[in-house]
């Protein structure tokens, strides 16, 4: 990728929500925070305030479908938080989805796989969950570009 990359993954949960950013490459996500699920009004503020001091262009929110990629009542909740988030942001934000299936089992067995326990990984799980979304979604676009023709404006 040639431009500077701004973007924020998202997992949502009833509970905590949990994000994560990419570098300016665009070719990595890291986690950044969990923020408190209860009170979905709170929540829309504080990732606001994220995309407006990160200066996020590109949101990519997980959907939790189901096995056979239809939509049920999970992703229903995300649409329900979209409705509170989305109408907040800047008009230029563009959202992505991206099917978060097994997202968090993949997240806790790298975290097992470095060592740590499901009790001390409980505060930030959801992060590395919404890093995994994050990366999907970089490695998608990585994919895509590399079929692109070279762009030769100067």
Not at 128 to 147: H, K, S
Request: include cysteine; glycine fraction near 8%.
């Amino acid at each position: 990728m040639g431009e500077w990359v701004k973007a924020l993954g998202i997992d949502y949960g009833d509970a905590r929500i949990g994000l994560a950013v990419s570098d300016d490459l665009g070719m990595l996500a890291h986690p950044l925070k969990t923020v408190a699920g209860h009170d979905q009004e709170t929540a829309a503020v504080e990732i606001c305030e994220v995309v407006s001091v990160r200066g996020i262009e590109d949101m990519i929110v997980g959907l939790p479908l189901r096995s056979d990629g239809t939509e049920g009542d999970a992703v229903a909740k995300v649409r329900r938080f979209l409705k509170v988030l989305v109408p907040r942001l800047p008009e230029t934000i563009r959202i992505h989805e991206v099917d978060e299936s097994f997202t968090t089992q993949v997240a806790m067995e790298k975290l097992h796989a470095v060592g740590r326990t499901e009790k001390n990984t409980r505060h930030m799980i959801d992060q590395a969950a919404a890093v995994e979304i994050l990366q999907t979604w970089l490695d998608r676009q990585a994919e895509e570009n590399a079929f692109l023709p070279p762009d030769h404006e100067s």
